[in-house]
């Protein structure tokens, strides 16, 4: 706690330490790592394996845009924004695509996102196809300065990476968690053991479309910039981030931190390699999924007994409280 | 005596397989009844349709006063059925407690320290108290069948349904468990029990139902119903007049 605590600090003390291009990336980091968590909460967890999250990427990114340049919101409170009407959002494509299972379930969420895509390309005074800047005002009421704007979206990927592993955590901590990770173990049990299935993933996908949306939110405010090919990009927000999850150890907390920090370090060495960076990445995949299916964390715990977010319950010897 | 259970014409088919071809039949409430027939004659099935995994093609399941043939299996869980699996369903990547825990908090409704209590009960009646901590998935087959029971169990059930639990078990494994079953049945719980090894059936059970492809083909006293031609000729493959 304390290590994690004191890492932290030095981590929001960054600005005053860290150049301009590294906060970006950090700033960057923290927004990968917030997806990763919540697709693994969602295809790791509930088992909906969705490749069409980047809809509510490219719904927040856009709402961050409409809502400054139209509604005169300030940013913040735009993204928050577009994040509960994700969530709003999100409630009707449940009832549609979770009539459908397996690959089935994942192509209708690519599709859905695909429309996404399509109709904010029509909406000319958002730019239409190729897209628009955020306007100077609204960039200046974030901060005057440049370094001051970059400072404070940086705290803001911060905070939010920050607060999606806490509620994570706090979620899968709960009973609810616990009927989920039932449920991600054996659907079958799970229902017999009265879990409403159905309802428990329901909320899991709206929950993690309303953060997504807002992270989305955060990742067009560092760029400045969006365009329906990057804001609905299938490569950018959802293949790396199934890529993160699935190295790291998918139905897992530790999973996605750890892959982040795998795809990240892959990125920043092999960068200059151009194309061949992604087969190098392909490659990756396809020996984890060979040799470590469970991820490297799985990997790790099939040696150790261990766990960095203590989530199980467990029975002590001289009460039956609830404890690490 | 009023029933709990209530099976009227039940009815169900995929295609040209019947697994339910009108069977009827009550349970009361307290009864110990076993459930006998040959591979794929439809008992799995029955609990199905029993819990709700399946859903009937026609005819209805009654318990405790309430028609529950158009119910979810959570809802039904809630009202007080819980079953086992044939083939052990753990929650592998939880500890064998959470998976007591699962079934204390969403079938049962209990909270915090009750759930907890509760779940540990459960598991020092099937024996798995030492274990509380481990990792299902790293459980032994007759752990796991243990564990199947008490799964069941912590969802504090009215009716319990076994699904051969005693398959695959040694004779002493098989001694401890009726054990456990008899007092289960003893603390008042309903218990319906699907088994091929027929002396723990026997042990347990106060009515024997006999079904085959679908339909219930005998139903009575256990001893009467073992030395019934029927039951020989389905067992055994002797012709009933032989």
Same mark, same amino acid.
């Given at each position: 706690m304390v290590i994690a605590a004191l890492?932290?600090?030095?981590?929001?003390?960054?600005?005053?330490?860290?150049?301009?291009?590294?906060?970006?990336?950090?700033?960057?980091?923290?927004?990968?790592?917030?997806?990763?968590?919540?697709?693994?909460?969602?295809?790791?967890?509930?088992?909906?394996?969705?490749?069409?999250?980047?809809?509510?990427v490219g719904f927040g990114g856009y709402l961050l845009f409409a809502l400054t340049m139209f509604g005169g919101l300030h940013p913040i409170a735009a993204i928050l924004a577009g994040g509960i009407l994700a969530g709003f959002l999100s409630v009707p494509i449940a009832a549609l695509i979770f009539r459908l299972k397996g690959a089935y379930f994942a192509i209708g969420?690519?599709?859905?996102?695909?429309?996404?895509?399509?109709?904010? @390309?029509? /909406?000319?005074?958002?730019?239409?196809?190729?897209?628009?800047? *955020?306007? =100077?005002? %609204? #960039?200046?009421s974030l901060a005057d300065s440049r370094s001051g704007r970059e400072a404070l979206s940086y705290w803001l990927a911060l905070g939010a990476a920050v607060i999606v592993i806490a509620c994570v955590y706090l979620y899968l901590r709960s009973n609810r968690g616990l009927a989920l990770t039932a449920?991600?173990?054996?659907?079958? @049990?799970? /229902?017999?053991?009265?879990?409403?299935?159905?309802?428990?993933? *329901?909320? =899991?996908? %709206? #929950?993690?479309?309303?953060?997504?949306?807002?992270?989305?939110?955060?990742?067009?405010?560092?760029?400045?910039?969006?365009?329906?090919?990057?804001?609905?990009?299938?490569?950018?927000?959802?293949?790396?981030?199934?890529?993160?999850?699935?190295?790291?150890?998918?139905?897992?907390?530790?999973?996605?931190?750890?892959?982040?920090?795998?795809?990240?370090?892959?990125?920043?060495? *092999?960068?200059?390699?151009?194309t061949t960076y992604l087969i190098v990445l392909g490659l990756v995949a396809i020996i984890i999924m060979l040799k470590a299916p469970k991820g490297v964390w799985g990997l790790i715990r099939s040696r150790f007994d261990l766990e960095l977010f203590p989530l199980s319950y467990r029975v002590r010897t001289h009460d039956a409280d609830k404890g690490a | 005596m009023s029933a709990l259970l209530s099976i009227n014409d039940l009815q169900k088919s995929f295609g040209a397989v019947t697994v339910a071809d009108a069977s009827s039949f009550d349970v009361a409430q307290g009864e110990a009844v076993g459930i006998l027939g040959p591979n794929g004659a439809g008992k799995t099935s029955l609990f199905n349709l029993?819990?709700?995994?399946?859903?009937?093609?026609?005819?209805?399941?009654?318990?405790?006063?309430?028609?529950?043939?158009?119910?979810?299996?959570?809802?039904?869980?809630?009202?007080?059925?819980?079953?086992?699996?044939?083939?052990?369903?753990?929650?592998?990547?939880?500890?064998?407690?959470?998976?007591?825990?699962?079934?204390?908090?969403?079938g049962a409704g209990l909270r915090g320290r009750e759930a907890e209590d509760h779940a540990l009960a459960v598991l020092t009646e099937t024996g798995l108290s030492d274990k509380a901590n481990m990792r299902a998935g790293s459980l032994s087959l007759l752990e796991r069948k243990r564990l199947e029971l008490a799964r069941a169990l912590s969802a504090k059930p009215k009716l319990l349904l076994l699904d051969e639990i005693a398959g695959g078990l040694t004779d002493a494994?098989?001694?401890?468990?009726?054990?456990?079953?008899?007092?289960?049945?003893?603390?008042?719980?309903?218990?319906?029990?699907?088994?091929?090894?027929?002396?723990?059936?026997?042990?347990v059970a106060e009515r024997l139902i006999v079904i085959d492809f679908g339909r219930k083909v005998a139903e009575g006293d256990p001893k009467a119903i073992m030395e019934s031609a029927e039951v020989k000729e389905i067992y055994l493959g002797i012709a009933a007049d032989a």
């Open positions: 890492g932290l600090l030095v981590l929001a003390a960054a600005p005053w330490w860290a150049g301009r291009a590294d906060l970006r990336l950090l700033g960057e980091i923290y927004l990968y790592l917030s997806l990763a968590m919540l697709w693994n909460l969602m295809a790791g967890y509930a088992g909906l394996v969705s490749v069409g999250q980047q809809a509510y969420t690519w599709v859905m996102a695909e429309v996404f895509r399509l109709s904010f @390309a029509q /909406a000319s005074s958002l730019g239409g196809g190729s897209g628009s800047s *955020l306007p =100077v005002d %609204v #960039v200046r449920i991600r173990d054996s659907e079958v @049990a799970a /229902a017999g053991l009265g879990i409403n299935i159905w309802r428990t993933k *329901l909320e =899991v996908y %709206v #929950v993690t479309s309303a953060f997504t949306a807002i992270i989305g939110g955060l990742i067009f405010l560092q760029k400045l910039r969006i365009s329906p090919d990057a804001a609905f990009s299938v490569n950018d927000w959802t293949a790396f981030v199934i890529f993160i999850v699935v190295i790291g150890g998918i139905g897992t907390l530790e999973g996605p931190i750890i892959g982040t920090i795998l795809f990240f370090v892959l990125r920043e060495t *092999l960068a200059d390699l151009g | 029993i819990t709700g995994a399946l859903r009937a093609d026609s005819g209805t399941v009654r318990f405790d006063g309430r028609d529950i043939t158009k119910l979810p299996a959570a809802a039904r869980c809630k009202m007080g059925v819980a079953r086992s699996f044939q083939i052990p369903q753990p929650f592998t990547g939880m500890t064998v407690f959470e998976n007591a825990l699962v079934g204390a908090t969403q494994e098989c001694g401890a468990l009726i054990d456990t079953i008899k007092r289960i049945h003893a603390n008042g719980t309903t218990i319906i029990w699907i088994e091929h090894v027929v002396h723990a059936l026997m042990a």
